[in-house]
């Protein structure tokens, strides 16, 4: 199958790709490297076959669908977004030039192109809004009420992929992802806490947590992850899916977990909590077990060791 994969010079799209080509699937990436690094696509630039091609673009560009139509792509995997929360809040017009306008050129492309399928990337931790702690692990069905400007061009995206797949039959999955975490994940910027907690600690350097610590998140391992997205391009249509464990874990757990892989016997310095942080976040995987057969496999510690591993072997 000839994909796309928008993003995929990314952290999550990247890894993707790699499971994607060692699949047999002919891999195209659309990336404008503003966050994104063709390092994290050495392997698949690599591949002896010329099974892989790259192509640096904007999504904003509507130059993206003549490229649909020169390579009728039967999928497409759209990773590609302004992904930071506090920048939607100070900019939102670019947050939805990027996210929601950049995404309708991706499914006006699909729409020229004949494409089969659009799976996209959602985001379970902001789309719900505001969520009382005796509904978590929050399932899809929970109201959407996105607080934020970033959390409003993902919902946003997800009742275009509804309007086009009732106009145009362009069948689609969205997948609301936790937190996900792994190896290639930018440790600078709007990066995970994991990412971050693995640079400080090889750089000797003290990790910071704001507030508490208490606050939880539902951290999911990018291996899995890539899974779900791969069996959604077979399955799953016209659905919202959730993409996590379900599980609710604190930093303190989170640093402690980290700390006894990296050998580290000190404790984090506590800051003042930051503005608008959720204080509890967990999305409920039942229906994607459903409807893709998925499930994450990958548990905390497994996944925060192959994490720094990875880290250590590539400073």
Same mark, same amino acid.
């Given at each position: 199958?000839?994909?796309?994969?928008?993003?995929?010079?990314?952290?999550?799209? &990247?890894?993707?790709?790699?499971?994607?080509? #060692?699949?047999?699937?002919?891999v195209d990436v659309v990336d404008d490297l503003s966050s994104g690094s063709l390092a994290n696509l050495a392997d698949?630039?690599?591949?002896?076959?010329?099974?892989?091609?790259?192509?640096?673009?904007?999504?904003?560009?509507?130059?993206?669908?003549?490229?649909?139509?020169?390579? $009728?792509?039967?999928?497409?995997?759209?990773?590609?977004?302004?992904?930071?929360?506090?920048?939607?809040?100070?900019?939102?017009?670019?947050?939805?030039?990027?996210?929601?306008?950049?995404?309708?050129?991706?499914? *006006?492309?699909?729409?020229?192109?004949?494409?089969?399928?659009?799976?996209?990337?959602?985001?379970?931790?902001?789309?719900?809004?505001?969520?009382?702690?005796? =509904?978590?692990?929050?399932? %899809?069905?929970?109201?959407?009420?996105?607080? &934020?400007?970033?959390?409003? &061009? /993902? /919902?946003?995206? #997800?009742?275009?992929?509804?309007?086009?797949?009732?106009?145009?039959?362009?069948?689609?999955?969205?997948?609301?992802?936790?937190?996900?975490?792994?190896?290639?994940?930018?440790?600078? +910027? *709007?990066? +995970?806490?994991?990412?971050?907690?693995?640079?400080?600690?090889?750089?000797?350097?003290?990790?910071?947590?704001?507030?508490?610590?208490?606050?939880?998140? =539902?951290?999911?391992? #990018?291996?899995?992850?890539?899974?779900?997205?791969?069996?959604?391009? $077979?399955?799953?249509?016209?659905?919202?899916?959730?993409?996590?464990?379900?599980? %609710?874990? &604190?930093?303190?757990?989170?640093?402690?977990?980290?700390?006894?892989?990296? !050998?580290?016997? $000190?404790?984090?310095?506590?800051?003042?909590?930051?503005?608008?942080?959720?204080?509890?976040?967990?999305?409920?995987?039942?229906?994607?077990?459903?409807?893709?057969?998925?499930?994450?496999?990958?548990?905390?510690?497994? !996944?925060? /060791?192959?994490?720094?591993d990875w880290f250590t072997a590539s400073a």
């Amino acid at each position: 199958m000839r994909v796309l994969v928008t993003g995929g010079a990314g952290f999550i799209g &990247s890894n993707l790709v790699d499971r994607l080509l #060692v699949e047999d699937h002919t891999v195209d990436v659309v990336d404008d490297l503003s966050s994104g690094s063709l390092a994290n696509l050495a392997d698949a630039r690599a591949e002896p076959d010329h099974r892989f091609k790259f192509h640096q673009m904007d999504i904003r560009d509507p130059a993206i669908v003549d490229l649909f139509k020169r390579r $009728e792509y039967e999928a497409v995997f759209h990773l590609a977004a302004q992904i930071d929360v506090r920048l939607s809040v100070e900019d939102p017009v670019l947050d939805a030039m990027l996210n929601v306008i950049g995404s309708l050129n991706v499914l *006006e492309g699909a729409r020229a192109a004949g494409t089969k399928k659009v799976v996209f990337a959602t985001s379970g931790g902001t789309i719900y809004g505001h969520i009382e702690p005796e =509904d978590l692990p929050v399932s %899809e069905s929970h109201p959407m009420h996105p607080l &934020s400007p970033y959390g409003v &061009s /993902k /919902k946003a995206v #997800v009742d275009y992929l509804y309007a086009y797949r009732e106009l145009h039959q362009i069948e689609y999955t969205a997948l609301a992802l936790a937190n996900v975490y792994g190896p290639r994940q930018d440790p600078h +910027g *709007e990066a +995970g806490v994991v990412a971050i907690f693995a640079n400080r600690f090889m750089g000797g350097e003290e990790c910071w947590i704001y507030g508490d610590g208490e606050q939880t998140r =539902d951290f999911v391992y #990018v291996d899995d992850v890539v899974d779900a997205f791969v069996r959604a391009a $077979e399955r799953g249509s016209g659905l919202l899916l959730n993409i996590g464990r379900g599980v %609710e874990v &604190s930093v303190n757990q989170l640093y402690r977990a980290m700390a006894a892989v990296a !050998g580290i016997d $000190e404790d984090p310095v506590y800051k003042p909590p930051r503005p608008g942080e959720l204080e509890r976040s967990a999305v409920d995987p039942a229906r994607a077990k459903i409807h893709l057969g998925w499930e994450p496999w990958t548990d905390l510690d497994s !996944g925060v /060791k192959a994490t720094y591993d990875w880290f250590t072997a590539s400073a």
